[in-house]
């Protein structure tokens, strides 16, 4: 009998199954680590792939300490079949009854954790939180209990197993009660970047976890529902589920800026996964044109507008001009005469097709090419695909198919558009008005591309003409987490990077703070190319205490009428203060509620008006206090961070102080956006919020 198994304590017997997990983790990652190639690769190029491989498993093996190796177990009542067992480990078949224990003769025991772990033998010790057979640990219930009988939850401190928790599904006697583990662990205090929430995933989120590769989702979820987290882990499911199709076709996840980014990327590597790409949408368009510039409002609503797609098509079109005279190949002593109306046909036949204006630049020559092969062939000669070939880079086809139809710069036509007002007009008529033109054109025409100021949105302009020259490369499956800030074009410039694969699309209609932001979840999927959506609502709240995002909701009718309020399932007495302060004492009263908030465990965000933040900054900084900015990592030692109320969104503290409501909401260009900035502000905290203002509260919150 195994050391484990011999003491009567349990949560001895379970610390005694953790270290030697912990040791059977540390020999899988000791083998990788001796693996010797240098017998096994043909030449320098093959090794240093296989070298790159294994460095990355690695670092998947990789055991963190504070991070939980398993934090539950699921004792069934019958032995696992062997499709429900897919993935446990190979030895899994040999576990039935031999881990049964305390008297159970038939079924098995399973350690749910972040990654697999198997002993010398290949039996599981930790099963990855993944495969089928751990599902039931986040759906089984007293009324389904899906063949369990007993499930139990692990309780850490400081990555030791210090507590553990019973529920005995299938014991009718015993009483539903609310786990006082899961509890704990979703209101734990947060230092550092985002977590991992593979402990304390609810049925409604697993289900869309787990869902199928071959479809996109998009979640609809207020604050504290948990969202952001869902889509990284059915990332790191579908890299599981599906891991030879995507490493082959990639995935990616896009987030509204560097900050966010940072805050979540360590969530996908404490879940083992190391190849996941992530980036801004500026990130994704920025290969092109350098960013130097900014666009007013309303310039950029109109850039952002999916009709710049057609305007563009349009364009790009125009270039393509007919012939107006034939094509006359010489090949030795021999002329071929292709007529001005053959080629024409060629040309409306890859206008009527709608191909790539690169893919028909480069079908031309060889259409006319097998033309003229045509007619050799009716002349009695015998010509093969080189002769083709050779035609189609005759200097005759060359000139004739430049002036047909040309190569276009992606970069010089968007500066045309942004720049011609007439080739603007040509291309914009019957879709935008004329002020719509007058907003677009840029005030200071550039001599060149190179020393154009431009914008984001003109970047993604820029990026649009490009998939009409050649197509965009399609990854397997992107996640867009904030996708209600998006317009529409930057919708496309998404949707071209997962055309022929899946995406998982997340956002809240509330929290929509960019002008251009998406009026509905149908819109945005249109715009997305993916009308086949299902949209999936998350409205349990399991972050944000009811407190707090009850007062937050009051701005919902303002901001997104019809749209459900979160209910939060936790109740924290306490957890809202809201206090005036006199104008000339309201930087004195924040360094304080700072001060208070400082004095309680976690994290501490201030939260202000980005014209707020010099002062608060001075005010920080004679009182002593150091601070963070957005993006940059907490620890134990610096816990407050300053954050602008712009780059909120998506972020979360223990304790939040906001400053001045009334100044977020000025903050803005309308009160629509400015309300909904606010709303985002208030949801930040996950324990307390503190909110002082000088000026009036807005109406909606009094």
């Known amino acids: 009998m195994p050391a484990h198994e011999e003491s009567s304590n349990p949560l001895v017997r379970e610390q005694a199954h953790l270290a030697a997990s912990r040791a059977a983790l540390r020999a899988m990652r000791e083998d990788v680590q001796a693996l010797d190639i240098r017998d096994v690769t043909a030449n320098w190029v093959n090794a240093a792939v296989l070298q790159s491989q294994i460095d990355d498993r690695i670092k998947a093996l990789a055991d963190l300490s504070h991070t939980p190796l398993f934090f539950g177990r699921l004792d069934y009542l019958h032995v696992v079949g062997a499709e429900k067992a897919e993935g446990a480990s190979e030895g899994a078949a040999r576990s039935a009854s031999a881990k049964g224990g305390g008297g159970r003769r038939e079924g098995e025991r399973f350690y749910i954790g972040r ?200 364009a790009i079109r125009s270039h393509v001009t007919p012939p107006s005279e034939s094509v006359v190949v010489v090949r030795g002593s021999r002329r071929w005469r292709i007529p001005a109306y053959e080629v024409e046909e060629m040309v409306g036949e890859l206008l009527a097709r709608d191909m790539r204006y690169g893919a028909a630049h480069e079908a031309l020559p060889q259409r006319i090419a097998h033309a003229v092969l045509v007619r050799m062939e009716e002349a009695g000669e015998a010509p093969d695909d080189r002769v083709q070939n050779a035609v189609a880079r005759n200097p005759a086809v060359k000139a004739a198919v430049k002036a047909i139809w040309p190569a276009v710069d992606p970069a010089k036509l968007v500066l045309r558009i942004l720049t011609d007002a007439e080739f603007l007009a040509a291309h914009a008529e019957g879709l935008l008005t004329d002020d719509e033109q007058k907003h677009v054109l840029m005030t200071r025409p550039a001599r060149s591309v190179k020393s154009v100021r431009w914008t984001a949105a003109d970047a993604v302009l820029v990026d649009e003409a490009a998939d009409l020259v050649a197509r965009t490369h399609s990854l397997g499956h992107v996640v867009i987490d904030e996708a209600q800030d998006l317009s529409p074009m930057q919708y496309r410039a998404v949707g071209r990077r997962c055309s022929t694969g899946s995406a998982t699309v997340l956002g809240d209609l509330a929290q929509g703070t960019t002008p251009w932001s998406t009026g509905s979840w149908e819109q945005a999927l249109f715009h997305l190319g993916k009308t086949e959506a299902v949209v999936e609502e998350l409205t349990a709240g399991f972050r944000v205490p009811r407190e707090v995002i009850a007062y937050a909701s009051r701005l919902l009718p303002a901001i997104s009428p019809g749209l459900a309020p979160v209910e939060s399932v936790r109740e924290a007495p306490g957890s809202l203060a809201v206090r005036e302060v006199g104008a000339a004492d309201l930087d004195a009263a924040v360094v304080a509620a700072c001060e208070e908030s400082l004095r309680q465990e976690g994290s501490i965000g201030l939260i202000a008006a980005d014209a707020r933040i010099p002062a608060l900054s001075a005010a920080l900084a004679a009182a002593g206090h150091s601070f963070l900015s957005p993006g940059q990592e907490t620890t134990a030692e610096s816990r407050l961070t300053l954050v602008p109320a712009s780059l909120a969104k998506g972020l979360e503290y223990d304790y939040v102080v906001l400053d001045d409501p009334a100044a977020v909401v000025d903050g803005e260009p309308d009160e629509r956006t400015g309300l909904r900035r606010l709303y985002v502000a208030l949801t930040r905290a996950v324990s307390g919020l503190i909110v002082l203002h000088a000026a009036a509260l807005p109406e909606q919150l009094a």
């Open 115 to 314: 990654r697999h772990v198997h002993d010398a033998h290949g039996d599981p010790m930790v099963i990855d939180w993944r495969a089928p057979v751990s599902q039931p640990f986040y759906q089984a219930s007293r009324n389904n209990p899906l063949d369990v009988d007993h499930r139990r939850r692990f309780g850490y401190t400081g990555g030791e197993l210090t507590a553990y928790e019973d529920e005995h599904l299938a014991d009718p006697t015993e009483t539903e009660q609310t786990s006082k583990l899961l509890q704990a662990e979703i209101e734990r205090p947060r230092v550092g970047p985002m977590r991992d929430i593979v402990a304390t995933i609810q049925p409604e989120q697993d289900e869309i976890v787990r869902s199928d590769l071959g479809g996109t989702v998009c979640v609809q979820g207020g604050p504290g529902t948990g969202k952001t987290a869902v889509g990284l882990h059915r990332v790191a499911y579908l890299l599981y589920a599906h891991r030879e199709r995507l490493a082959r076709t990639g995935t990616l996840v896009v987030g509204p800026n560097r900050s966010f980014l940072h805050y979540i990327e360590q969530v996908l590597p404490a879940l083992g996964e190391l190849e996941v790409q992530q980036a801004t949408v500026e990130d994704l368009v920025a290969a092109r044109v350098e960013v130097r510039g900014t666009d007013e409002p309303a310039a950029a609503v109109i850039k952002g507008d999916a009709r710049m797609a057609e305007v563009l098509r349009r």
